[in-house]
C-alpha cells in the first residue's frame, strides 16, 4: 500500500485536515476520508476525486462541495432509474449539502469563497500571499465534514 496513504485512527474531521495538510486537494481530502466507510479503496477516492480540486481547477464548485457529493452518491446514489426513492433521497441529501454548506461558508463556489479566481496566475497568487490554502480551506474542509456528519446520520 502507497506511504502517502493515511491510517492513524481519527475521526472524519481529522483525517480530511490531515489529507489536506498533506498537499492532497480539498475534494481528495474528504471522498478519502470517507472511502473506508464506503468499501471504497482510499487510493481510488483520490484518484477519483483528483479532478475536483480547486473548484474543478477552474474556481467553479468548491472541491469540499464535489468531494462531499462524492461521499453522498457512494452512500446514496442509485443504480436502478426507476428506484424513486433512492432517487430522491439522493437528491435531497445532494441539495441539502449544497444548501448548508453555502449557507454557513457564504457561496459553494471556489472563487466567491476565496475572493479571488485561483484559476488565473494572479488570483493563485492571491491565495497564496494571504495563505487561504492554510488558513480559509482547511475551515471549508472541516465545515464540509460537519455538514456531511449532520445529515448523513
Known amino acids: 500500500m502507497p506511504s502517502h496513504i493515511i491510517h492513524v485512527i481519527m475521526n472524519k474531521k481529522e483525517k480530511a485536515l490531515s489529507y489536506f495538510s498533506n498537499d492532497f486537494t480539498c475534494s481528495q481530502s474528504i471522498f478519502a476520508a470517507y472511502a473506508p466507510d464506503l468499501d471504497i479503496p482510499e487510493i481510488i477516492a483520490l484518484k477519483v476525486a483528483a479532478p475536483f480540486g480547486s473548484g474543478m481547477r477552474k474556481a467553479e464548485t468548491c472541491g469540499c462541495c464535489t468531494g462531499a457529493l462524492m461521499v453522498i452518491g457512494s452512500k446514496y446514489g442509485y443504480t436502478n432509474p426507476n428506484d424513486k426513492d433512492q432517487r430522491a ?57 460537519d455538514i456531511l456528519e449532520k445529515i448523513t446520520k
Do not use: Q, W
Open 89 to 145: 433521497k439522493n437528491n435531497e441529501l445532494t441539495a441539502l449539502f449544497l444548501d448548508e454548506f453555502a449557507k454557513a461558508n457564504g457561496s459553494c463556489l471556489c472563487r466567491e469563497l476565496l475572493h479571488c479566481n485561483i484559476s488565473t496566475p494572479d488570483g493563485l497568487a492571491y491565495a497564496r500571499e494571504n495563505n487561504l490554502f492554510t488558513t480559509l480551506c482547511p475551515k471549508l474542509v472541516a465545515s464540509a465534514v
